[in-house]
């Protein structure tokens, strides 16, 4: 099942097209802010959140990347996602797939 959201432009603004707000499927949107924002940033679920950049600011390596494959699989899981295929231990070509039951 397909979320569908308020989309966010790249500053993250709400998208507006032709004087109005875009409803769409979200769950790339989804995604993309459970990486960039970490614990405690949303009031409503202060355990939400990867905190990617305390990744990217650090050396990375397999002990990182095992912990990131851990902490983005729980949160993945907790946000209603079933995990399709999963890998981290090169950021640069990443490969996040999951989707809703």
Known sequence: MKAYDLLLDDTLDLRVER?????????AQHI???????????RH?????????????APYGPTQAGLLHRDLAIQLERDGYQILAL???D??????????P
């Open 19 to 27: 004087a109005d707000v875009v409803l769409a499927p979200s769950d």
């Open 32 to 42: 993309d802010l459970l990486l960039r924002t970490a614990p405690g940033h949303w």
């Open 91 to 100: 950021l640069a070509t990443a490969t996040i797939n999951a989707e809703r």
């Open 87 to 89: 890998d981290v231990q």
């Open 45 to 57: 679920d202060p355990l939400a959140g990867v905190g990617l950049l305390r990744y990217l600011s």
